[in-house]
């Protein structure tokens, strides 16, 4: 007996503007709601199409919340940013991929999630692993990847790349985010962000710029 998964995965091909609906839908209800409050009952109403359509975009809840939150950095941090140019100097690159960051992390939907991310910490693990994973550890693979390409190119020296990808978003960070976090000041600007990046980027190639 075919379930309704499988059923509906036969059939057309699936329409990349109901897909933008659900996951849109999605980021809206797991926010309100968090993981274990919203269903795909409730993700289907809210975009206006039927269960049968959600689930043939996306096999279960697990994978929506991922999509969902990879979607999201997909659009600031898409992967070709990552790719590294060698007609550019590597510091071009990194500030750029320092500003998406920053404009990622500063944005109101990225800051409403992280902020349920902590309430739900203890009462939701399993949210918190699909977020970390969709979200956060895509980004870091990504940057790992860009720093050994450039260590191939003697671009950069640097002895531990994943180690290195994780020091380079939390010099982005700082305590900069953690104000945003608690609520103590608003979001850095566009303004305030150039000189923030330019500052971090300039300290991780004093760690690993090649000499």
């Known amino acids: 007996m075919s379930t309704p998964v499988a059923t509906a995965n036969r059939g057309r091909p699936k329409d990349p503007a109901k897909r933008a609906a659900i ?3 999605a980021k809206q209800l797991f926010l309100s709601g ?3 409050g919203t269903s795909m009952d409730a993700v289907a109403k809210q975009a206006g199409v039927s269960k049968l359509t959600v689930y043939s975009h996306f096999s279960d809840k697990e994978t929506l919340f991922s999509s969902a939150v990879a979607a999201k950095c997909h659009n600031t941090l898409p992967e070709p940013l990552f790719d590294l140019d060698p007609s550019q ?3 071009a690159t ?8 920053i404009d990622l992390i500063t944005s109101q939907e990225v800051i409403a999630l992280e902020r349920l991310m902590c309430t739900m910490a ?3 693990p399993e949210m918190s692993r699909l977020f970390f994973e969709a979200g956060p550890q895509r980004t870091l693979t990504a940057m790992e990847q860009l720093i050994r390409a450039a260590n191939q190119q003697g671009l950069l020296a640097v002895p531990a790349p994943q180690s290195a990808a994780e020091n380079f978003f ?3 960070q700082g305590c900069e985010h953690m104000r945003t976090m608690i609520g103590y000041r608003e979001p850095m600007t566009a ?3 150039q000189p923030h990046v330019e500052q971090a980027v300039d300290m991780f190639l004093r760690a690993y710029g090649h000499s």
Do not use: N, Y
């Not at 990194?94 to 960051?101: K, M, V």
């Open 191 to 193: 303004t305030e962000a």
């Open 34 to 36: 968090g993981f274990s």
């Open 170 to 172: 939390a010099l982005l």
């Open 23 to 25: 996951l849109d839908a």
């Open 122 to 124: 203890t009462q939701d």
């Open 94 to 101: 990194l500030s750029r991929i320092g500003l998406a960051f």
């Open 89 to 91: 100097p590597i510091r």
